[in-house]
């Protein structure tokens, strides 16, 4: 149990599809935030969220769209993706007051567009 | 421009021996580094990070990690490795700003 939920952990969608991908964290955390994983590529950052208030979008496409609720939930909206965007989806949090805190990674939505 | 560079796409060791994951870093001013572990089909654990103070950092799971400033490097180290410590393992540097840059990743196997 890492304490941040992610589901579903798999996802395969037609591109044009509509789904969401959905996280919980059960730390306390104030901090939210979505990262993609392709092969042989860096962790990209997409989205954070701090406070429950965007801080952070990285270039993002508009077709990938979050949503956080609450410090407790965080959502990523998906539509008309492409075969590119096919990735491990991570969402992670952290406690922005308490310095250097570590993310807590939740265990991924393996997206597959097709 | 903050960067983590992780030179090694695999290190393959044999269980017993002690390993080494490198990480060599750019950052202005004083970084935080962090290494975190990916077992298959898993998210990334936090496995140890260094702030400030002494040079020598102890983590999870039995491994360490050595700053050292003057060759901006944050290698990951065991002194003996386990078949169970294959995995896939990410350097990250924090500036300060509160943003996590991670490296590109390192494939350990670890062979009986």
């Known amino acids: 149990e890492t304490g941040v939920t992610q589901t579903p952990r798999h996802l395969v969608m037609g591109m044009t599809n509509k789904k969401s991908l959905k996280c919980e964290q059960h730390l306390g955390h104030n901090a939210m935030y979505w990262y993609k994983q392709s092969a042989k590529k860096p962790l990209e950052l997409m989205f954070v969220y701090s406070l429950e208030e965007r801080v952070e ?26 075969p590119e965007d096919s990735a491990l989806y991570l969402c992670a949090s952290s406690q922005t007051d308490r310095a250097n805190s570590p993310l807590h990674f939740g265990n991924g939505t393996r997206l597959t567009v097709t | 421009a903050q960067s983590v560079a992780q030179p090694e796409d695999q290190v393959n060791v044999a269980e017993g021996n002690p390993l080494t994951v490198k990480c060599t870093y750019s950052v202005s001013g004083n970084p935080y580094l962090f290494w975190y572990v990916q077992y298959p089909n898993r998210g990334l654990q936090f496995l140890l990070k260094y702030i400030t103070g002494d040079n020598l950092v102890k983590g999870s799971y039995g491994f360490e990690a050595e700053f050292n400033k003057s060759q901006t490097s944050f290698h990951l180290k065991k002194p003996s490795a386990l078949v169970s410590d294959s995995a896939l393992y990410f350097c990250a540097v924090d500036n300060q700003g509160g943003k996590l840059i991670f490296g590109q990743g390192t494939e350990l196997s670890v062979k009986p």
């Open chain 1, 57 to 82: 979008n990285n270039s993002v496409p508009s077709r990938f769209s979050p949503e956080c609720p609450n410090s407790s939930h965080l959502f990523l909206h998906l539509h008309t993706l492409q």
